[in-house]
Antibody
Framework: QVQLQESGPGLVKPSETLSLTCSVS????????WIWIRQAPGKELEYIGY???????NYNPSLRSRVTMSLDTSKNQVSLRLTSVTAADTAVYYC?????????????WGQGTQVTVSS | QSALTQPASVSGSPGQSITISCTGT?????????VSWYQHHPGKAPKLIIY???NRPSGISSRFSGSKSGNTASLTISGLQAEDEADYFC????????????FGGGTKLTVL
């Protein structure tokens, strides 16, 4: 079965770039929509965007100017890059995938990685 | 785009049933049967327990069930067990602003 594991720096300084990686085991990156979601303290989950190997990524309009997602099929990894971070980007970041091409359920999920933006 | 509305907390005793609501709009829950529910034990990966309003993935207990009426979806857990204590959040497809997914704020279930 497919398993996902997020990894990243944990602590990022304001105005710097956050880079996260989602390592995928037990499945291929192809033909799947890979999605990043985050949850800031005390807030609801927020869709960041998705990436698919055949098409253009889709990003949340509120983050579009700062976010980039990509796939590395040689390493079976999904990457997230968020520039010019502020304290508002402090959150747990999750990697997941669209479970079916015909629906919108998400499965599986990684356990998330905490990112804190602070000097 | 506002989040889906869930109660912050619910509680029940072992063996009882509880229901968690998830209220959206005609732009999401009310117009699409793409509501899913997730169980989240802190520090672990969220787990899909209901998809497309009322379907259970393989391996999920029949004690979990889902339904929808108008703009509100519901998750019912019957025969509460101690291990059901967790956070539960809903998600729906949304036709708004190309974001595709919208989420509830989560509900903390306490098993008394």
């Amino acid at each position: 079965q497919v398993q996902l594991q997020e990894s990243g720096p944990g602590l990022v300084k304001p105005s710097e770039t956050l880079s996260l990686t989602c390592s995928v085991s037990g499945g291929s990156l192809k033909n799947v929509y890979w999605i990043w979601i985050r949850q800031a303290p005390g807030k609801e989950l927020e869709y960041i965007g998705y990436v698919h190997h055949t098409g253009r990524p889709n990003y949340n309009p509120s983050l579009r100017s700062r976010v980039t997602m990509s796939l590395d099929t040689s390493k079976n990894q999904v990457s997230l890059r968020l520039t010019s971070v502020t304290a508002a980007d402090t959150a747990v970041y999750y990697c997941t995938r669209k479970g079916s091409p015909l629906s919108y359920w998400l499965d599986p999920w990684g356990q998330g990685t905490q990112v804190t933006v602070s000097s | 785009q506002s989040a889906l509305t869930q109660p912050a907390s619910v509680s029940g005793s072992p063996g009882q049933s509880i229901t968690i609501s998830c209220t959206g709009t005609t732009g999401d829950v009310g117009s699409y049967n793409y509501v899913s529910w997730y169980q989240h034990h802190p520090g672990k990966a969220p787990k899909l327990i209901i998809y497309d309003v009322n379907n259970r993935p393989s391996g999920i207990s029949s004690r979990f069930s889902g339904s929808k009426s108008g703009n509100t979806a519901s998750l019912t857990i019957s025969g509460l067990q101690a291990e059901d204590e967790a956070d539960y959040f809903c998600s729906s497809f949304t036709s708004a602003a190309t974001i595709d997914w919208i989420f509830g704020g989560g509900t903390k279930l306490t098993v008394l």
